[in-house]
């Protein structure tokens, strides 16, 4: 019979997942497959883990449901002083959602809203990069860049989003420039944006910590942040950042930008915080913020019927209680060192591989046709597709996530490895060495 889901593709239904179980999905067909990209970055403590469960029928047994906005209850208190406290206070209240895209979306509203708040009622426009990757709701995907995404969309998306390069070292580095220049040119290029646009009309610069999908993986430079929020700063516009995927200690530390020396004005989270168990995301407002909202309206003008919901909020709290318990951070540090190194001596000297980059358990390897010019493969070879497709091979048995459109929003592709936090040495050797033998076929050759 038919199936009725709206797969991506729906002529080409994906292999049916049966069970999860620990680093494994088992399929229909009897495979074992390594979730070496926990999902979509997604499942930091791997599958069916019996603490999570037993978290969720416990929230189930005193109360599934009730609806935030006229009512409260311990678990959504409960996440939600965790993750003030996760940043010492500097974000000082959370708006629990039921994904990515909507902790964005929330938190392009907070923006705008926080400038009439001040009575700063210009600051309409918003500042966000080329290659970015924030969902794909329209205010989500009008700040994010992949054309293919955009494309049918784009006479309906706001008009009001402009976009500046990415930190992108591989790319946006030219020969013999330091670190330091080209982050001074990136804030030029920010600081010019501003000006042409009018400094007194933008609410806020919107930035993945480290870029995910759409650019695959790319940590900043040293100082690249820094430099930003003086730019934000100067013109009295937010940070947005997006740690959707890079956040809730995929990079090493809970929150990625506790790695970059700047705090957000506005923050999102979403996917290493449920883990996977429960669909959940969250907009984080720092007290500067929250100090002009209580100063003024005192109500977010937003609200959602799944908003803070008990038992996505129960997981999410037993999620983070195993991750502080078992020093996962740590091990994310660890393992995420030696998935660097190991990449790098198996599959830096494939003359497909242009680059390897990552940060903790967030890496990304991006293929190329011509590893002297970095030209990149166009966008319908599918290099990232078959990869993925090869991997899913008995031989092989590894999901790895393709991620295409990362030169200028359209061609080029990078696999992303993510596995959970809890890998051995052992594990992550397993994967590279399967990788090392996956990229094979007509483009990926070693010879
Ligand atoms: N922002 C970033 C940085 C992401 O990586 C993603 C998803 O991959 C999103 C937003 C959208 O999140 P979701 O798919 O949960 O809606």
Redesign the pocket.
Known sequence: MASSVLYSNIGNPPTQIIKGEGHYLLTEDGLKLFDATSG?AVAALGHNNPEIKAAIVEQLETLDYCYLPFFTSAAAEKICSFLTESTGGEMSKVFIVS????A?EASLKMARQYFVELGQLPRTKFIARKQS????TLG?LATGFHKGRRAIYEPILAANVSHVSPCYAYRGCKSGESDEEYVNRLAKELEDEFQSQGPDTVCAFIA?TVS??TLGCVPPVPGYFKAMREVCDRHGALLIL?E??SGMGRTGTLHAWQQEGVVPDLQ?I??GLGAGFVPI?ALMLNKRVVEVLSRGSKAFVHSQTYQGHPVACAAALAVQNIVARDGLLDNVKLQGELLGKLLQERLSGHKRVGDIRGRGLLWGIEFVKDKTTKEPFPAQEQIGQKIHLKGLEPKYSISLMPGPGIVDGKDGDIILIAPPYTVSSADVKHIVNTIAEVPSGRYLSIT
């Open positions: 979509a994904s990515g895209t909507e964005v990757y924030h969902g794909n989500s993945e995910g999908t997006d959707v995927m999102t979403a996917k995301g």
